[in-house]
């Protein structure tokens, strides 16, 4: 074994040592194309599951995720590691086990299993209903549970098995990818799948169809599409994750170019990209999409108005800036011409009367309930994938949640079904409990603390960073946006990705300033 490492080295060495002048780059491992592989096609087949809430759907992406994972860590010839000396078996399981977010991300996933394994509440199905009845917890009352359900409909391991895709895809990506080459591959295939998912929502919309890619029918009792997504709050929402990456492609080329003394690059199709996406978030009619997309979006164009200014004032051309300016006003005019702005002036009104009675709002109270519920298991909580099974006891004491509408001479009549308390952030604490969520919170702060390795690399790319996790944190509070099981494995591997590029990108430029000195 140490022969064969040494004969790798060597070999290494002897590559670096005749292409040094010709600045031919060292080529990428077997071990990280395999893993870009398995990354890419996951990653692209979020934007194309149908949110993640069809078993096979669900299923594929665990798959995807776990292959990823199990390729970054596994252990392969050493000829697959590589000459750049980046992978290797050990040194891949110890930048596994030095990460903070694989220790936090597995107690959150072992404590959810402990939620599945002591169920203390069951769901019963009669001929047309069902309810829930307390059972004996097999592991004890002092044990986080949960209820025992269908996998099909949501119980805790379908939970488990969404949260485990998440995690087994950000740290295959984390872990395994350590070229920026295989980076931008990954994140230019997500971008590009994501801007395929907003052109056919535009055209499902213009065709008026109410099937998903003019073929599915859709599973939601109340279905509101917008491309692959059944809900069009979460279709947005993804959108507005593509266009954060989008933007921070953008500077990150920018930056590129300035440093190559370069006038063009890939960072006017990011730009071209970004209000592709912001149009398709127009024309899904979602309010908060619109509202949240607006404030990325202008963010963005005052960041990127701010660098083409201290271009100018540097001596930079002119002519880009006229053809950024040029851009936009095209992009505008264009997509203004697809606007139903009829459609635009009634989700305004509602919002505007939603706003002067907000107390009564349906979201509002839906969060009060799922608060009340919360308290009640305050600790623990009630079990992941339980929200919809416990929701009931607490939405009857509200009859505007409870019943459907109300009729001035038969009083109140029908009933809601609440699937999801349409703020995740509350239903993560009435699922999972102040112990569940300390994990969560841990892994957000992983997130926030990354930060860092963007602004090493442009200011304006980590300040757009902030806003992006700021909005999307905002969308929650109104939607059930981390429900969907696309969304909530493309949100940790992208960010997680993107902040691995410009890891690797800082990496690269310090080593050229050392080899300069």
Same mark, same amino acid.
């Given at each position: ?7 790798? &080295? ?9 292409? +040094?002048?010709? +600045? ?16 890419? %096609? %996951? ?13 096979? %759907? ?44 694989? =220790?936090?991300? !597995? ?31 097999? &592991? ?38 350590? /070229? /920026?080459?295989?980076?931008? *591959? ?22 008026? %169809? ?5 073929? $599915? ?22 959108? *507005?994750?593509?266009?954060? *990456? ?9 930056? /590129?170019? /300035? ?22 978030? =127009? ?14 979006? &202008? ?42 702005? +009829? ?34 298991? !305050? ?36 009933? +809601? ?11 993560? !604490? ?11 919170? !841990?892994? $957000? *702060? ?41 969304? =909530? ?14 890891? &690797? ?13």
């Amino acid at each position: 074994m140490q022969v064969s490492f040494r004969k790798q &080295l060597i070999k290494g060495w002897m590559f670096r040592a005749v292409h +040094k002048k010709e +600045k031919i780059a060292i080529p990428v491992s077997m071990r990280e194309w395999i893993v870009c592989c398995f990354a890419f %096609t %996951t990653l692209v087949f979020t934007a194309w599951s149908f949110g993640g809430y069809r078993d096979w %759907t669900l299923h594929l992406l665990f798959f995807g995720a776990v292959c990823t994972f199990l390729a970054s860590i596994f252990p392969m010839p050493l000829a697959w590691n590589g000459y750049d000396r980046q992978q290797g078996n050990v040194k891949n399981l110890k930048r596994l086990f030095s990460s903070p977010f694989f =220790w936090v991300s !597995l107690c959150f996933l072992f404590y959810i299993l402990i939620q599945y394994a002591n169920p203390s509440m069951e769901q019963i199905k009669g001929e047309r209903t069902w309810w829930i009845e307390a059972v004996k917890p097999p &592991l004890g009352a002092e044990f986080p549970s949960s209820v025992q359900a269908d996998y099909s409909e949501m119980n805790a391991l379908r939970a488990w098995v969404g949260h485990l895709a998440a995690f087994a895809l950000a740290l295959g990506v984390w872990v395994g990818i350590q /070229r /920026r080459k295989t980076a931008l *591959i990954l994140l230019w295939g997500f971008v590009l799948s994501g801007v395929g998912m907003g052109f056919v929502a535009i055209l499902q919309k213009l065709s008026g %169809t109410n099937k998903i890619l003019w073929f $599915f029918e859709t599973v939601s009792l109340y279905p509101k599409l917008w491309g692959t997504f059944v809900y069009r709050n979460q279709g947005a929402s993804y959108l *507005i994750l593509i266009m954060l *990456i989008s933007g921070l492609l953008y500077f990150f080329y920018l930056k /590129r170019s /300035r440093e190559q003394l370069k006038q063009g690059g890939p960072h006017f199709l990011c730009f071209l990209f970004l209000f592709l996406l912001y149009g398709s978030t =127009w024309m899904a009619l979602s309010r908060g999409g619109i509202i949240l997309g607006s404030v990325l979006v &202008l963010f963005f164009c005052g960041l990127a108005f701010l660098q083409n200014g201290l271009n100018l004032f540097k001596g930079g051309s002119k002519w880009l800036s006229l053809l950024f300016l040029a851009f936009m006003v095209i992009g505008g005019l264009f997509m203004l011409q697809l606007f139903n702005w +009829k459609e635009i002036d009634r989700r305004m009104e509602d919002l505007q009367a939603i706003s002067q009675n907000i107390e009564s709002y349906s979201r509002t109270l839906s969060t009060q309930a799922t608060w009340d519920m919360a308290q009640d298991r !305050l600790s623990y909580g009630w079990g992941a994938g339980s929200f919809r099974y416990v929701f009931p006891i607490y939405q009857k004491e509200y009859d505007s949640l409870w019943f459907h509408n109300f009729h001035k001479k038969r009083g109140w009549q029908g009933r +809601k079904v609440y699937q999801y308390a349409h703020n995740d952030w509350v239903q993560f !604490l009435a699922e999972y409990g102040i112990v569940g969520c300390s994990f969560l919170a !841990l892994l $957000f *702060i992983f997130l926030l603390g990354l930060s860092y390795k963007v602004f090493q690399l442009s200011a304006l790319a980590g300040s757009f960073y902030l806003v992006g996790l700021a909005v999307i944190a905002l969308h929650n509070f109104v939607d059930f946006i981390f429900s969907s099981p696309s969304y =909530w494995v493309a949100f940790w591997a992208s960010l997680l990705l993107v902040l691995k590029l410009f890891y &690797l990108e800082n990496k690269s430029l310090k080593r050229s300033a050392n080899k300069a000195l």
